[in-house]
């Protein structure tokens, strides 16, 4: 069965610094995703990108965060400048066409330190 | 936007029992409802979707119900087995853009054998 993979599965990184998490989104799939979830809490909507470019974001996607997909294949997060509550689980997720459920990925867990 | 409210946020049922989880959305517009379980430290899976047309649907020991009225809709798990158990996730979505899911705050179900 198809997978979305996301690498590294843990991330360690000073305040301050960039990371960039990877997803490799299922290959027929179009609608590409990013997700965060706080320990214990929900699932949260970061970015949807479909098409080259981002889609819809949310208010957690501030100019701190940019999505890029660079070549055929992955699908990458940055964040600029690392706060300490960008702390979390990242999810990559990606949809064969607008209306389909979203096939997760394993996460990348972040921590800020 | 969308509000998802999910309950109860725990869930404890002995083996064989029934559990249900209950949500409900504020967006009339809402017209797909997909149900996410997520084991401890995994990626969220879905388990069941159903979109606004259908008022009821069923995959084994899984249900779930649609009020489109009432704006709610429900999880039911017969049967329940020590490996159902999990945090469940209910979203909503207006499909036809395939942007944002409204996920739930999610609820703890704890199978006792």
């Known amino acids: 069965e198809p997978e979305v993979t996301q690498t590294p599965s843990h991330q360690v990184t000073q305040m301050g610094q960039e990371v960039i998490l990877r997803c490799v989104p299922i290959?027929?799939?179009?609608?590409f995703y990013w997700y965060r979830q706080i320990l214990g809490q929900k699932v949260e909507f970061l970015v949807s990108?479909?098409?080259?470019?981002?889609?819809?974001k949310s208010e957690i996607f501030d100019d701190q965060f940019s999505v890029e997909r660079p070549d055929g294949s992955n699908f990458t997060l940055k964040i600029r400048s690392t706060k300490l509550e960008d702390s979390a689980m990242y999810f990559c997720?990606?949809?064969?066409?607008?209306?389909?459920?979203?096939?997760f990925g394993s996460g990348t867990r972040l921590t800020v330190v | 936007g969308e509000n998802v409210e999910q309950h109860p946020s725990t869930l404890s049922v002995q083996e064989g029992d029934s559990a249900v989880i209950k949500c409900t959305y504020s967006?009339?517009?809402?017209?797909?409802f997909p149900w996410y379980k997520q084991e401890l430290g995994k990626r969220p899976q879905l388990i069941i979707d159903?979109?606004?047309?259908?008022g009821e649907k069923k995959d084994q020991r899984i249900a779930v119900t649609l009020n489109k009225t009432a704006k709610h809709f429900s999880l039911h798990i017969t049967e329940t087995q020590p490996e159902d158990s999990a945090v469940y996730f209910c979203?909503?979505?207006?499909?036809?853009?395939?942007?944002?899911?409204?996920f739930g705050t999610g609820t703890s179900l704890t199978v006792i054998p």
């Open positions: 967006d009339s517009a809402s017209n797909y």
């Open positions: 997720a990606s949809s064969e066409y607008a209306g389909r459920f979203r096939v």
């Open positions: 290959s027929n799939h179009l609608y």
């Open positions: 990108f479909y098409n080259n470019e981002i889609s819809e």
């Open positions: 979203a909503a979505a207006f499909s036809n853009t395939g942007n944002q899911f409204y």
């Open positions: 159903i979109r606004s047309n259908v």
